[in-house]
């Protein structure tokens, strides 16, 4: 079968790009791979469209300050 990609043809393929790259380096490579797979992915389908969705801000206890309200603060002291 023609055009047909085997057993055997794959492990001589992770055999000559473990010589070339590297053990370190080809998990390295595989998870890029996947994340950009994934990411063209969700463009297509038009999932994880962050830009659109309102981000939630942390509050904090103390209530914001302004310029002139430290500069009031600091004429006082």
Known sequence: MPG???????????????LIFGPKRLPEM???LGKGMREFKDS???K???????????RSSEPPTT????????DTV
Not at 9 to 15: A, S, T
Not at 67 to 74: D, G, K, L, N, Q
């Open 48 to 58: 994880g469209g962050d830009d659109d969705e309102p981000v939630a801000l942390p």
């Open 67 to 74: 310029v002139a309200a430290s500069a009031r603060e600091h």
């Open 44 to 46: 297509i389908t038009g």
């Open 4 to 18: 047909w990609i085997g057993l055997p043809e794959l492990i001589v393929l992770l055999v000559v790009l473990l």
């Open 30 to 32: 595989g998870r890029s």
